[in-house]
């Protein structure tokens, strides 16, 4: 029985990791539960899985009568009180955007395993995480369907490193549209994603594929792999969900679905695999793999990564940051599509080198990357 820390339940991957969890109530017990603001919903999974502690980052009127027994905890602190419980052994991190670093820290500094599916943590504080892992002796076990895929095909290795990570991309909304176009999208347009049904903020950076981006800088870390053995192949069918490729050419795959209960199960049963409730993937129906490079004139975004890794310090964390200010902008329709990339690659280039050698040093990078572009949005107009 593993019992199992959930941060940000009430989103996408929280939800999907608790109907896995009901699935399989002898193998998991959710010992707590944390939500930004959606407290009604918090009740509703508390009263279902009854957790020793539940948090909500934002403080609801009133806690209803029933759930009076659980121990609650209210604003941020409450993912650092839920990430380091005594009780636990797996803290699933699913909290959105840049809350992700210092809880996975919190976490690993318990000595708890760490379940992500944050990419901010990685992406913004690789070094110190994959240090504190080290340190706590835990492995970190990806849940973005990406990282999942590979870490599955790296478990069929004997001793050799991989010589290449292909990670797979469907393309998003955008794929077939021309540059010009796609720098114009509406919202509308960019929140239609394909095959994945996710939050607002990671489906536009799927259409953007900064989701990529972000994406690459997290294998990087995970795997420990240079940033030029690291390829994007966009797989419109998202099938594949990421290969490795050895010294003698041979290149392993994984297939499913596009259901994130697989990696969000995977990774909590680690190393046994569990029913989904996921279809089967049925080949013959799905009948042929595309396979194309992605466009750097369609998608410019997302060879920031390449840019960001390179210049090291706190670079990926500023990339992100931008990028998230950026979204902001868009979502709310104060800057076309086409401008998302061009104000992180600006916000990259004006605040210049910083380091991120402590997490607060990574808090000040992100600050400093957000003021920046809100400087570079405002001279825009926005
Ligand atoms: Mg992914």
């Known amino acids: 029985m593993r019992k199992i820390a959930l941060l940000g339940s009430t989103g996408s991957i929280g939800t999907q990791a608790l109907d896995v969890a009901a699935r399989h109530a002898d193998r998991f017990q ?30 609801p009127e009133s806690i209803p009568d029933d759930l009076r027994d659980v121990e609650w905890v209210f604003g941020p602190e409450c993912i650092r009180a839920a990430a380091t419980l005594a009780e636990a052994n797996d803290v699933l991190v699913s909290v959105v955007g840049f809350a992700g670093l210092p809880a996975v820290m919190a976490a690993l500094g318990a000595g708890k395993r760490v379940l992500l599916a944050n990419k901010e943590a990685l992406v913004a504080g690789g070094a110190l995480v994959t240090e504190a892992a080290r340190k706590a002796e835990q492995p970190l076990l990806p849940v973005d369907s990406e990282h999942s895929a590979v870490f599955q095909c790296l478990r069929a290795r004997d001793t050799n490193a991989p010589s290449r990570l292909i990670l797979t991309a469907s393309g998003g909304p955008f794929r077939t549209w021309n540059a010009k176009d796609i720098e114009n999208a509406t919202v509308a347009q960019a929140l239609k994603h394909p095959n994945w049904s996710m939050g607002r903020k990671i489906t536009i950076d799927s259409a953007s594929m900064m989701n990529k981006a972000l994406e690459i ?54 190393p046994d695999r569990l029913t989904t409730g996921a279809r089967p993937l049925d080949l013959a129906q799905a009948g ?54 061009q104000v992180s690659r600006d916000t990259l280039e004006a605040a210049g080198a910083q380091p991120a050698n402590t997490v607060e040093a990574v808090f000040e990078a992100d600050a400093l990357a957000r003021r920046t572009a809100r400087g570079i949005l405002a001279r825009m107009g926005a």
């Open 288 to 341: 042929s793999l595309t396979f194309e490079a992605p466009d750097r004139a369609k998608f410019p975004g997302m060879f920031l990564a390449y840019d960001a890794l390179r210049a090291g310090g706190a670079a990926c964390a500023m990339l992100n940051a931008a990028n998230e200010t950026a979204v902001e902008a868009f979502l709310a329709e104060r800057i076309p599509f086409g401008r998302i990339w």
């Open 217 to 270: 800088i997290e294998a990087r870390w995970l795997f420990d792999m240079p940033p030029e053995k690291i390829d994007v192949l966009i797989h419109p069918q998202s099938i594949v969900h990421s290969m490795v490729e050895f010294d003698d050419g041979g290149v392993l795959a994984q297939l499913g679905v596009p259901d994130m209960r697989l990696p969000i199960l995977y990774a909590m049963a680690f």
């Open 30 to 59: 959710i010992i707590a539960l944390t939500a930004h603001s959606s407290a009604e919903k918090l009740f509703a999974q508390a009263r279902q899985f009854h957790p020793k502690l539940c948090g909500l980052v934002v403080e």
